[in-house]
C-alpha cells in the first residue's frame, strides 16, 4: 500500500492559529492597494505642480523618499505602511497648500471604523480595564495605541462632544412632534435622586432626531421647565405641534407654560401599564384586549365606545384601574386628530423607549459612582448610536400639512366645503 506523501510546511505555517494564514493575506493585500493608493495620490500632486522649476530647469516639487514606517490599525489587525515624502517646501513660501495626503492624514493611527468600536465596546458594557483585551482579541495581540490610558482620552474627548451638542442651534428646522422620556439609572449624579430625561423630535422632513439629554430630579416641572426652556433659547422658537410621553405631570405642566399651543398624547403602552397594574393577573389578559379595542379603533367614536364599555365592565370590581384610565381621557386620544399614517408613531413613546432600552442595559452593568458630566455623556453616545437606526416618519409628506395647521378627522383630512 502506498504511504501517503508528506507535505511540506514552513515553520511559520506550523505556528499559526486557524485562520491566521487568511488574516495575514488580507493585510497583506491591505497594505499593497493602500501603498500604491499613497503612490498615485503623490503622483498626482507633483504633476500638478511640475511647471515649478529653479533658473536651471530643475523641478521645485519633488519626492523625498519615504517617511518612517507606522503600523496603522485596522479592522484586521495591524498594517505597517510606509506613506511616500514630498519636498514642497517652495510652496509655503509662495503661500499654497502643502502636500496632505487625503487618504492618510500624517497622525492618523487607527482608522475610522476602529476608534467607532471602542465607544460601542464601552457603552455595551465593557469596562476601560478590560477594553485592551477585549480589542486584542479583535484586532490582533499585535493592536497598539488602544491602551485604557487613550480609551480614557477617547472618553474626554466624548465629554466635548456631548457639551458642543447641549449647545447647538436648532433654528434652521421646525419641529412637529416630540416624545420625551424619563429613566432612572443606579448611577448617582448628584446629591439627590436624579433620573436622565431625553427629548427626540421629528422635522419637517419626518426625520427623527435626538434633541436634549439632562438630568432632572424627579422629573420635577422644574427640570422640564429648564430643557424646554434651554430648546426654545436655542432656536425652537415655535412649539412643535404634538408632544408624546407619559403621566409624568412635570413635564405636562412645564409644556404648558414654555408652549401652551402644543398639543398632548398620552402614551397608550405607559397607560396600559399602569391600568393592568391594579388588577389581579386572571383578569389582565382580557382587560389588556379591551385597552387594545381603544387605541387600535379606525375611528375615535369607536374607540371612546370601548373606552365606556371599559368603565362600565369594570368599575364595580377594580374602582383603582378604571380611575387610572379616566385620568387624562381627552389626551389619550388626541392622536385621531392627526394624520393616520402617524399615528404608529405618536399613540406612544416606543420611539424614544428603544433608546433607553440600550440605556438601561449599559447603567445595569455600571458599578459605583459615576460623574453627573460621565453619565449624561455615556447616555449621550448610546442615544446618537440608537439615532443612526431610526427610521423616518411613514407619510411624512403630510407633515406640512400638520405644520399648517390644517384639521384632521378620524386621521383623514377634513374636506374643504
Known sequence: ???????????????????????????????RLLAQALEAEVAEFMEKHQEKTDAEGRRLVVR??????RQLVTGIGPVEIRQPRVDDRVLEADSQERYSSKILP???????????????????GISTGDMSEALESILGPDASGLS???????????????????????????????????????????EQASC?????????????????????????????????????RRGMREGPKLAVGDGALGFWAALREVFPDCREQRCWVHKTANVLDKMPKCVQSKAKGMLH????????????????????????????????LETDMEELFTFYEFPASHWVHIRTTNPIESTYATVRLRTKKTKGCGSRVATLTMVFKLAMEAQKSWRRLMGHEKILLVMADK??????LEAVA
Open 1 to 31: 500500500m502506498e504511504k501517503p506523501k508528506n507535505r511540506t510546511t514552513t515553520p511559520e505555517m506550523q505556528v499559526q492559529k486557524p485562520g491566521g494564514v487568511l488574516e495575514e493575506l488580507a493585510r497583506e493585500g491591505a497594505r
Open 64 to 69: 523625498n523618499g519615504y517617511l518612517p514606517a
Open 106 to 124: 500624517r497622525y492618523m493611527r487607527r482608522i475610522a471604523s476602529v476608534d467607532n468600536l471602542v465607544p460601542i465596546l464601552y457603552l455595551k
Open 148 to 190: 485604557a490610558t487613550n480609551i480614557v482620552r477617547l472618553k474626554a474627548q466624548w465629554e466635548q462632544d456631548y457639551q458642543m451638542w447641549s449647545v447647538r442651534d436648532l433654528s434652521e428646522k421646525r419641529w412637529v412632534y416630540i416624545w420625551v422620556d424619563g429613566i432612572h439609572v443606579n448611577v448617582r449624579l448628584d
Open 196 to 232: 436622565i430625561l431625553m427629548v427626540m423630535g421629528a422635522d419637517s422632513t419626518g426625520k427623527k432626531e435626538l434633541l436634549a439629554v439632562s438630568d432632572g430630579y424627579r422629573e420635577s416641572k422644574v427640570s422640564w421647565r429648564e430643557i424646554l426652556l434651554d430648546l426654545k
Open 293 to 324: 379595542q381603544m387605541w387600535q379603533a379606525p375611528t375615535k367614536h369607536k374607540a371612546l365606545a370601548a373606552h365606556e364599555h371599559f368603565l362600565v365592565s369594570w368599575r364595580e370590581k377594580y374602582p383603582k384601574a378604571v380611575e387610572c
Open 407 to 412: 384639521r384632521f378627522i378620524d386621521g383623514e
